[in-house]
């Protein structure tokens, strides 16, 4: 694997980030950009961590494509929504340890973790993606076919929970892997459910924003997005149907181990 290096193309990346960058993160260029910047949100570890800058610098071994996508994305006025690099490169790890073939993605965006979970499966893998906005797919999929792995990256344009059905009713239940679920919160509960169904025992299902910025410590009632986030972290929380960690990485990760 390529190893990561700050690079022009990093600098150039922190360019477009345009008036943000310039006006918010000046001096703090290098977390910001690898964190997938989520971390502008109030979430933890602080982006201006110098830890943080350590641990990326120091783990991060982002394939040249993942990096010219990353690039790529964060020239999108909502590229920040991006997963964060460290978290696609834990949870493509993650897939390959359970040796994972058949993974789910709910919420795919421009692909960049849908291309580390690609590049992390075997030829004959199968990454299906749940997204609305063929634009973002649109975005993403030249830099899937570069790294060779398009194949593998099977995008399904409607909402997720058609998507979801449309699997279980074909007999798909059990037969996946890994889950990533990081499309519209307020569905959270449902695609945990459906994910429960398709994912099989033994497998993983990752659930992104658990923090919701850290608001979950303070719910707000009008905030339906955290509402949903809140209830279901309670409710995973008593599920006899899965083993957890809740890992304090970018805006948090739920991973839950079905038995
Ligand atoms: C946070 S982004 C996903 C980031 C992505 N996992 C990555 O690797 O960067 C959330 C995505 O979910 C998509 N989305 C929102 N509602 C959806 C729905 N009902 N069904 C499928 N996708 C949806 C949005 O268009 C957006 O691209
Ligand atoms: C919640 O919404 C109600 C009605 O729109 C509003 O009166 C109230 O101030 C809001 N509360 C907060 C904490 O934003
Ligand atoms: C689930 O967690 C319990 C309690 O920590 C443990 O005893 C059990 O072995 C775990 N099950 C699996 C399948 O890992």
Redesign the pocket.
């Known amino acids: 694997m390529p190893v990561f290096r700050l690079s022009k193309e990093v600098l150039a990346g922190t360019a477009v980030l345009g008036a943000f960058a310039a006006g918010v993160i000046i001096g703090k260029k290098w977390a910001i950009l690898h964190f997938?910047t989520r971390n502008m949100h109030n979430t933890l570890p602080k982006r201006d961590d110098p830890l943080i800058d350590y641990v990326l610098r120091h783990s991060l071994r982002e394939h040249p494509l993942l990096k010219k996508l990353r690039l790529r994305?964060m020239e999108e006025p909502?590229g920040m929504?991006?997963?964060c690099c460290d978290q696609?490169q834990f949870m493509a790890n993650l897939a390959k340890l359970i040796c994972a073939k058949k993974v789910l993605?709910?919420?795919?965006?421009?692909?960049?973790?849908?291309?580390?979970m690609a590049l992390a499966l075997p030829d004959d893998g199968k990454v299906v993606g749940?997204?609305?906005?063929n634009d973002?797919i649109n975005i993403g999929k030249p830099f899937w076919k570069k790294a060779g792995v398009e194949h593998k990256i099977d995008v399904r344009i409607?909402?997720?929970?058609?998507?979801l059905d449309e699997l279980l009713v074909a007999g798909e239940a059990g037969t996946y892997d890994f889950a990533?679920i990081?499309?519209?919160k307020q569905?959270y509960n449902e695609y945990y459910e459906k994910c429960l169904r398709l994912v099989r025992k033994g497998g993983i299902i990752a659930i992104?924003?658990v923090f919701w910025h850290r608001k979950v410590l303070k719910p707000d009632k009008n905030d339906t997005a955290c509402q949903a986030i809140q209830h279901l972290n309670e409710k995973i929380l008593r599920d006899v149907r899965v083993n957890i960690s809740m890992i304090t990485m970018a805006d948090g990760v739920t991973l839950a181990f079905k038995l």
């Open positions: 997938g994305t909502e929504i991006m997963v696609a993605e709910i919420g795919v965006f421009t692909g960049y973790k849908a291309l580390n749940c997204e609305v906005n973002y409607k909402p997720a929970i058609e998507t990533f990081d499309a519209d569905s992104d924003n």
